[in-house]
């Protein structure tokens, strides 16, 4: 493992002060730009508009705002301390400010043989799209200032954190955690996130027994397309090269989503006698979450079992989560995301094996050692993710308030919160 | 002066509209209506969650005519609209008191 592993902890420690003196790559460096762009397309407009299909058409545009509003929001947070706060020295939990307010070094900086700028946007776009990503938690009734303090509480006390332990040299990093491009650090911690805010928030008014159907299934279909072509930067991105690595953790990208997305409508064909188009778009996205962490670790068949695994399992923890204990994480984040981080996480650590087609595992460890690594690394973040979300949630409600009232939760939140409407009448 | 209300397929709308056309009937007034009938409704699933959909899309027409042309204008909204399935819509026939043309302020059949 950990050739590619320890290249990507070597870019997040050791720079810029060691990587410094490297030349600069342009192939690399034009890769990186590119799946920058990518990245940033994933949440603005892709996740937007796919979440954005799944709720009434009076939520329309508080989803697509509050997506909007965290890419700003984050982006300001990531200069001004976040990423410092994730990449610089610091220790084993969590990095320093010295590159607060600054960013980059200078525009010559570099991170391995690409340019720190570079490195700093691309990791940006990761930033903002896992607090974006909770936004499908607490969606239809939570109110925007609210979730803007959440956001920003939140990017700071626990993205911040749980990234630096894996991707800034913490202490998940020096455990030998396989977390290729954000299984734990994003869809695992998004997740958990997202549950404890549906928990805490409650349901919305009238979950389960008002239907709640999406109102635009179109702009749905269109964001996940976008999410998938996206997800080419987030994977095979991560590489942070233009090289062999990048390829597979793209072709293994791929697979992945594909099998996700068959695995789920034939399950939904063979259960209710319909394959459905949400069906096969939400597969595809669990798909990616649970490709994501292994995706430049294993091969292209391990990622079909991968595959395989995401959409059957997510597809049972949506139905458990949703229909059996009735929580309302509206738009189903965590079963989908955060049980398809915690599935692939764990499922890197035996598809990594060379044995099993994957780039190998590092000397003398075993299959078994380093599942029992990753399931460390899932148990951690969850328990941060969750312990220090419920406490960000609470104290905002006992300070200004967690939700619309009722009366405006009827109204929606296009009216009552941004005095607007997603589609005109006469 | 009756005052048809016809409630048909969204998909035959523009047979209905040609049939109506051939017969010389020279205006018509179109809504997207939703309702139920003897077809009722469907249900819809996402992601496992059901939901019945009582109300279907239909297409409301409107159609203000002269009593002689009652007959024909019947005939030709049942020859567009009908499938012979369930669902196929109604027609409703009513008296109408009084018409005005806004621009010239003609009255009655002339206003037709």
Not at chain 1, 193 to 222: D, I, S
Not at chain 1, 268 to 283: A, C, H, Q
Not at chain 1, 317 to 325: E, G, M, S
Request: net charge negative.
């Amino acid at each position: 493992m950990k050739k590619v592993h320890f290249i990507a902890l070597l870019l997040g420690t050791l720079i810029p002060s060691l990587a410094q003196a490297d030349e600069l790559n342009q192939a690399n460096t034009a890769w990186i730009l590119t799946s920058t762009a990518l990245v940033l397309f994933m949440t603005i407009p892709g996740l937007s508009l796919f979440y954005g299909g799944l709720v009434r058409s009076k939520n329309v545009l508080s989803v697509l705002m509050q997506c909007f509003a965290i890419t700003c929001l984050v982006s300001i947070l990531w200069l001004c301390g976040v990423y410092s706060l994730v990449f610089a020295e610091g220790g084993a939990f969590i990095g320093d400010l010295s590159s607060a307010f600054k960013g980059p070094e200078s525009a010559t900086s570099m991170v391995g043989d690409i340019p720190e700028s570079v490195f700093f946007m691309f990791q940006m776009t990761f930033a903002i799209i896992s607090p974006a990503l909770i936004v499908g938690g607490f969606a239809e009734r939570m109110r925007f200032s609210s979730m803007l303090w959440f956001s920003t509480g939140w990017l700071v006390l626990v993205y911040a954190p749980v990234c630096h332990w894996i991707w800034g040299g913490g202490w998940l990093a020096d455990m030998g955690v396989m977390d290729f491009a954000g299984g734990i650090v994003i869809h695992v911690n998004a997740g958990v996130a997202a549950l404890v805010a549906a928990l805490v928030l409650g349901k919305r008014k009238g979950f389960p027994t008002t239907p709640m159907p999406p109102h635009n299934m179109t702009m749905t279909v269109t964001g996940a397309g976008m999410l998938w072509v996206g997800w080419f930067g987030f994977n095979a991105g991560s590489a942070l090269a233009a090289d062999g690595s990048a390829g597979m953790a793209m072709l293994v990208t791929h697979i992945g989503s594909a099998a996700g997305a068959l695995t789920w409508m034939f399950i939904e064909w063979k259960k209710f006698g319909k394959p459905s188009v949400l069906g096969i778009v939400t597969g595809m996205v669990a798909g990616l979450g649970t490709i994501t962490p292994a995706s430049g670790f294993v091969g292209p068949m391990g990622a079909l079992v991968i595959g395989v695994t995401a959409g059957t399992v997510c597809f049972y923890a949506t139905q458990y989560i949703k229909r059996t204990l009735q929580i309302d994480d509206s738009l189903d984040v965590f079963p989908v995301h955060g049980v398809g981080g915690i599935v692939g996480s764990l499922l890197t650590g035996v598809f990594a094996a060379a044995s099993l087609g994957g780039v190998g595992l590092a000397a003398g460890v075993t299959i078994s050692d380093q599942v029992m690594v990753q399931a460390i690394g899932i148990t951690a973040t969850a328990a941060w993710s969750g312990g220090i979300s419920y406490i960000l949630l609470k104290l905002i409600d006992k300070l200004i308030g967690l939700r619309v009232d009722e009366d405006e939760e009827n109204e929606g939140l296009d009216v009552v919160l941004h005095e607007e409407t997603g589609y005109k009448g006469i | 002066m009756k005052l048809i209300t016809a409630i048909v397929k969204p998909f035959k709308l523009d047979d209905v509209r040609e049939a109506l056309s051939d017969i010389g009937v020279s205006g018509v007034t179109v809504t997207e209506v939703k309702g139920f009938g003897r077809q009722k409704g469907h249900t819809e699933l996402y992601r496992g969650a059901e939901y019945v959909v009582d109300f279907l899309p239909k297409v409301k027409l409107e159609i203000a005519i002269s009593e002689e042309m009652v007959e024909q204008a019947i005939e030709a909204i049942v020859s567009g609209a009908k499938t012979g399935k369930i669902g196929d819509g109604k027609i409703f026939v009513s008296p109408l008191e009084e018409v005005v043309r806004i621009r010239t302020g003609e009255t009655g059949p002339d206003a037709i």
